[in-house]
């Protein structure tokens, strides 16, 4: 048997396993914070998938604080407390256990001015009591909705981690941070002002940063001295996160540059710092073999998913069952970190996530009905997978020598190595469910009339823009990306110029700059308005001004020569001459719908799916080849 699923033992409550689903804002509530049927719906699918214990995203505790999450649960008030009741209820009737967690932002300015937030050096002592006091009136509203804990937030930058470190707090009394003990003053008197209130049967549990990214704030080492005074001030356990809005946001949730399970080594300092009650670790945690080995290390006693969970709910199911194989992994991508509306997938490589007040449940009515697929990237396995738990019997055609389609180019950037497990869990899954891969064949009409389909599904990808009317744009020295990308050229000192600075260009353009080569993107278009753009696209553009690219917005292509690109500036209508050695299209892509169109009077059931409908993310063509495959009578 796992580890990750013995039972453990964390203050009051008897955990059926060692799985946490950690706080993710996901902004399930109505705008006046009260709980809706979708936000039940989302916990309950993982305590029906046997998660051991569930807590909530960060609870509004001080409405009339400036800083505050949109749509998130309220705690402030007794008009809550049914909603929460039912939430709570629902999670406990399959056997998990559930924490609310008070949140209080501090000076960390979500959706207001920064000058209109008070610092922890503003608090006066009888503020610091009535902020306490706050905290402990929305611990009993948990309690009276029948909540097993809470969980008091001391990380990612927020109120109480503000006090712990000088690099937030400036006091010179008893709370200021002149030591860990008056760093932790605030949140140790909580802990037993909480304890107090609720009584022994009520779990208060914590949680920690154990890296701040600066040497002022929280380091492995000073979390390791936090450890021992929260467990005497009666911490039930300790999870240990890092980063946050105010050091580096990508601590609290990384992208794919992070390897799988980067923050453990933050947790076991803590755990070696001689606590006797339980350590979480967090980070990335995706794989149960890399889980089973951090436990039986003795690095932590137990795991915290968030991401890991959105992208594989049955985690802990499949793992009971022996499915390892057929689970999801977490590709990091970001996609989660956007809105997500109602009947959209707020994960790329689980069409189902966020979904689940549609209770989908795919029917076996196949019945061996052949299903002809024309395209073997995330499009067309989607729909293949599907299709084969359904009963039919899908057999794919790819032109290429393996199926993966863009994903398997798309890995090659740094940072994007983990798109490969995605397309991991599709060839395990067509191994498993037998699904024919036509491989280096490309499909034409005749040969999926030979195989006399009750459907077809064409998902033929897309084609790059290459504009022909830019005089040189056929030079040697002129890549497409996606060629770029298939064989990415060796050797460095090379001046490289990439037109196009939408992800794929400025994730190829960091590439290259990592490798030792000087590298400028130019873009017709102006900059992004933050608000309007993709976490994606902004940790894309992040990371390409962190390896210095030189990134020039609103500059048309004009022409390329043997050394050179020629642009124009379009807010001067000044022409420069940049230096290239080689230049690479990255200029967006268009439906590859060429198949389709030809075809599309032969059958009588024929869908178009993915980028050869619609260009767009990988989460669209997954989620459109799934509800598809899904609805196919």
């Known amino acids: ?142 309690q009276k909705a029948g909540a097993d804990g809470v969980e008091v937030h001391i990380a990612h930058n927020y109120l ?27 949140t140790t008197e909580l802990i037993g002002m909480i304890k107090k209130a609720c009584g022994a049967g009520f779990a208060v549990t914590t949680k920690i940063n154990g890296n701040d990214f600066n040497p002022e704030g929280m380091t492995a080492e000073k979390a390791a001295k936090a ?49 006797k009650i339980p350590v979480m670790a967090t980070g990335s945690l995706r794989h149960p073999e890399y889980v089973e080995q951090v436990l039986a290390e003795g690095r932590c006693d137990m795991i915290g998913m968030g991401r890991g969970l959105l992208a594989e709910p049955e985690w802990v199911v499949k793992l009971e069952q022996g499915r390892e194989r057929e689970m999801h992994h977490c590709i990091s991508c970001m996609h989660c970190m956007n809105p997500v509306l109602p009947g959209v997938s707020g994960c790329t490589v689980n069409p189902l996530a966020l979904r689940e007040l549609e209770d989908i449940v795919l029917k076996e009515d196949g019945k061996e009905r052949k299903v002809a697929i024309a395209g073997g990237g995330p499009a067309g396995l989607e729909a293949a997978v599907t299709l084969a738990k359904r009963g039919f019997v899908p057999v794919i055609f790819e032109k290429k020598p393996e199926v993966g389609g863009m994903e398997l180019i ?75 990308l298939a064989d990415f050229p060796e050797g460095k000192g090379k001046q490289v110029v ?79 001459s940049i230096p290239a050695d080689e230049v690479v299209l990255s200029m967006g892509v268009s439906s590859n719908n060429g198949l389709y169109d030809t075809i599309k009077e032969r059958f009588d059931r024929i869908y178009n799916i993915g980028d050869s409908d619609k260009t767009g993310l990988i989460a669209e063509a997954v989620q459109s080849a799934f509800d598809t495959a899904a609805a196919l009578d």
């Open 227 to 275: 450890g021992p005074i929260l467990e005497a001030a009666g911490a039930d356990m300790i999870s240990v996160s890092a980063g946050g809005g105010l050091t580096n946001i990508l601590g609290m949730s990384a992208d794919g540059r992070s390897p799988e399970g980067w923050k453990v080594p933050l947790a076991e300092a803590v755990k070696k710092s001689g606590v």
């Open 160 to 186: 109480l981690e503000q006090f712990l470190t000088p690099l937030f707090n400036k006091r010179t009394d008893e709370y200021g941070a002149q030591n860990m003990e008056n760093g932790l003053r605030f």
């Open 1 to 142: 048997m796992y580890k990750i699923l013995e039972p453990i033992q964390v203050g009051p409550m008897q955990l059926r396993n060692r799985v946490m689903y950690l706080a993710m804002a996901k902004g399930l509530s109505t705008p006046d914070n009260f709980i809706t049927d979708r936000q039940i719906a989302y916990y309950e699918n993982y305590a029906k998938n046997h998660v051991g214990l569930i807590v909530t995203g960060a609870c509004i505790t001080f409405p009339d604080y400036p800083s505050k999450l949109p749509m998130q649960p309220g705690i402030y008030d007794d008009k809550f407390i049914p909603g929460m009741k039912k939430l709570v209820d629902a999670v406990h009737s399959h056997g998990s256990k559930f924490l609310f967690q008070p949140w209080h932002p501090g000076i960390t300015a979500y959706g207001c001015d920064a000058t209109e937030v008070k610092a922890v050096a503003d608090f006066s002592l009888e503020e610091i009591k009535e902020l306490q006091n706050t905290f402990v009136q929305g611990a009993i509203r948990a």
């Open 498 to 576: 990439i037109v196009g600075a939408g992800l794929v260009g400025l994730e190829c353009g960091a590439t290259y700059a990592s490798r030792g080569n000087k590298v400028t993107i130019i873009d017709m278009l102006p900059p992004s308005d933050p608000a309007a753009t993709s976490t994606e696209q902004m940790l894309a553009m992040g990371h390409a001004m962190a390896a210095g690219i030189d990134i020039r917005m609103k500059h048309k292509l004009l022409e390329i020569t043997q050394d050179a690109v020629k642009a124009e500036n379009l807010e001067t209508g000044e022409s420069v």
């Open 410 to 484: 798309g890995s090659v950037p740094d940072g994007k190595s983990k798109l490969k497990w995605h397309i991991e869990y599709f060839r395990n899954e067509v191994e498993r469910l037998g699904i024919q891969v036509n491989a280096g064949k490309e499909a034409d009409g005749d040969d999926i009339a030979a195989l006399d389909p009750y459907a077809v599904f064409v998902c033929t990808g897309s084609n790059p823009v290459i504009p022909g009317s830019i005089p040189g744009i056929k030079l040697p020295n002129v890549k497409e990306v996606r060629d770029i």
